[in-house]
């Protein structure tokens, strides 16, 4: 029996699923309730409902310190601490929607021995509305501690064994205090551990706001490197070497700085929103999230315009989409910019049909009226032009020539600047990046005014 502290986790998503894993490969036992008793089912099976690389191996191996469950009492028989990982999707408006939370909240019984930590991402103000909910409701003596997470899909369970920093908020009280205890191992020698974690220890608010303003200036970067991008096509500079050379500076960093067709995801785009919102509720005009926001969308119909540009009309061209979840290594189809192109595209009139090695199945459902191929190779043949959605592995050793003599056009957008730009030239192919200058026209008689930017 490991002397770690058992907890529970609420939500089997994601963030649940690799904190249950992550706590439990460092030795607690976890009690994983979900209300979705098939997926719940399936968790039981070792069937696990994500693709996230090493996690079906970490359950595996962790197998007998994981309960899967619906039952919320198992988790409160034998954990104090439950961490709430259950989804906050944004509403119409822009604001987070915490029934989900909510609920968490309503089931818990009157107790002075267990403490609700809020892993879901949640507005400024929410620790403390949960607290008073829970004063009204005669279970003051539940603890609450504001502990969010930073881990990134497609390297999650490495960024939860050896994160940068761990940022607990509480209002004092054990539960805090334990679920430090909890993260020691990842910590760093000056906070007790063997690791590199730093640790923030501070208010439930400031916890709270960490949370948002770290994914809002992420966010910013990559609108702020995709302005730059553009900037970079009207004068001939290179965003790949302008983006090396900003980020050499320590202050800057080189990370984020990929220019491309935008952030997709569940975090970036809802957790703009929800900040931009939070601050307008409060009476602040969050002047910069708006631009954020707006470049993001214009990003991905840029796309459609050097299309545009190089075929003239789109009714009836064909055009393959590679890559289509909305980063690679992982399935999750959530706000991919494979979405809006693929419904712009249709839109236009042209024929659409897309490649993910991964996301297919997802993508197959939410993708309308686009075809889906088994292959690049088979989504490039007889294309009028390729364009690269998503930075799979697997697209960097695309062989160019084959590209080229496969398709029925020559037009490749590289919406990821992953590929050479001189090596697909020299293929025969009309290569256009994002920031690397812009490729003569394919053919100067389709020449047309690029429509106006509209988001
Ligand atoms: C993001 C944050 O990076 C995590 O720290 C955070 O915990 C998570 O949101 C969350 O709030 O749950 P994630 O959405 O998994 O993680 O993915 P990222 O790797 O951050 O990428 C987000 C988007 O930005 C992707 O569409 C990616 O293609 C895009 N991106 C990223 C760029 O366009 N350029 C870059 O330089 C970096």
């Not at 809020?118 to 103000?125: A, L």
């Not at 001939?236 to 983006?243: F, T």
């Not at 056009?409 to 812009?438: Q, S």
């Not at 490729?439 to 389709?446: E, H, K, R």
Request: proline content about 5%; glycine content about 10%; some cysteine.
């Amino acid at each position: 029996m490991s002397s770690r502290e058992p907890i529970g986790v609420i939500g089997t998503g994601y963030v649940g699923l690799v904190t249950a894993v992550g706590f439990a490969e460092l030795g607690s036992e976890v009690v994983c309730v979900d209300i979705d008793a098939a997926k719940i089912e399936r968790l039981k099976a070792g069937d696990i409902p994500i693709y996230e690389p090493g996690l079906a191996e970490l359950v595996e191996k962790n197998a007998s310190r994981l309960t899967f469950t619906t039952d919320l009492s198992e988790a409160l028989d034998r954990a104090r601490l439950l961490f709430v990982a259950v989804g906050t999707p944004p509403t119409y408006s822009g604001d987070a929607d915490l029934s989900a939370v909510h609920a968490v909240v309503a089931a818990m019984p009157p107790s002075d021995k267990h403490a609700l930590v809020m892993k879901s991402t949640v507005p400024v103000g929410t620790g403390e509305a949960i607290k008073r909910v829970f004063e009204e409701q005669g279970k003051g003596g539940f603890r609450y501690v504001s502990c969010p997470e930073f881990l990134k899909e497609g390297s999650a369970i490495d960024d939860f064994l050896d994160p940068d920093r761990v940022v607990v908020g509480d209002d004092g009280g054990w539960a805090g205090d334990a679920v430090v205890d909890l993260y020691r191992p990842v910590l760093n020698a000056a906070n007790g551990g063997q690791a590199r974690g730093e640790l923030v220890r501070t208010d439930i608010k400031s916890a709270e706001m960490v949370k948002l303003a770290s994914n809002a200036f992420l966010a910013t970067k990559i609108s702020f490197i995709n302005e730059i991008a553009n900037v970079c096509e009207e004068t001939g500079a290179d965003v790949v070497e302008v983006a090396r050379g900003m980020g050499l500076d320590d202050r800057i960093g080189p990370k984020f700085l990929k220019a491309g067709i935008g952030f997709g995801g569940s975090c970036f785009p809802k957790d703009v929103s929800a900040l931009k919102q939070l601050a307008g509720n409060s009476g602040y005009h969050f002047q910069l999230l708006n631009a954020v926001i707006e470049v993001n969308e214009l990003q991905k119909r840029r796309v459609i315009q050097k299309l545009q540009k190089h075929l003239g009309s789109l009714v009836g061209k064909r055009i393959a989409l590679l890559g289509l979840a909305f980063k690679p290594e992982t399935d999750d189809m959530r706000e991919a910019s494979s979405l809006v192109l693929s419904a712009r595209l249709i839109a236009d009139g042209a024929d659409v049909v897309g490649y993910d090695p991964i996301a297919a199945e997802e993508a197959g459902r939410l993708l309308k009226g686009v075809e889906l191929a088994d292959s690049a190779a088979e989504a490039i043949a007889g294309a009028d032009a390729v364009v690269l959605v998503t930075e799979w592995p697997e697209f960097k050793q695309l062989d160019l020539t084959a590209t080229a003599e496969a398709m029925r056009g020559t037009v490749f957008i590289d919406g990821r600047n992953l590929l050479d730009p001189a090596a697909a030239t020299a293929a025969g192919l009309v290569y256009e990046g994002v920031g690397r200058g812009l490729a003569p026209l394919a053919d100067p008689s389709t020449r047309q005014a690029p429509a106006p930017q509209v988001a």
